[in-house]
């Protein structure tokens, strides 16, 4: 059973830095493209940032020049480094992954964690 693990969400004040962590855990043969996206009440969930296996990352223009995506892939975790966070930031995030494991070829999600940019 594989599982997506998220943290570092929390309150930050505006113009502040968060560093999420998303690391995948089971039985684990290997994983392809890994990303962040995001979520607000009543809006549909977004792409933030995405990183595939060995290529260049991808980034939601919204956050382009002050998000970081990064990979360990010895660690199967996956990073977002937000910089120069702004209110509109707020939202939960979410980890996934396409990932080869016993069960095959297959998305998962983690479970989100709660971002709040606010004085």
């Known amino acids: 059973q594989v599982q997506l693990v998220e943290s570092g969400g929390g309150l930050v004040q505006p113009g502040g830095s968060l560093r999420l962590s998303c690391t995948a855990s089971g039985s684990i043969f290997s994983i392809n493209t890994m990303g962040w996206n995001r979520q607000v009440p009543g809006k549909q969930r977004e792409l933030v940032a995405v990183e595939t296996f060995g290529g260049s990352p991808n980034y939601a223009d919204s956050v382009k020049g002050r998000f970081t995506i990064s990979r360990d892939n010895a660690k199967n975790t996956l990073y977002l480094q937000m910089n120069s966070l702004k209110p509109e930031d707020t939202a939960v995030y979410y980890c996934?992954?396409?990932?080869?494991?016993?069960?095959?070829?297959?998305?998962?999600w983690g479970q989100g964690t709660q971002v709040t940019v606010s004085s």
């Open positions: 996934n992954a396409e990932i080869f494991g016993t069960a095959g070829l297959k998305n998962y």
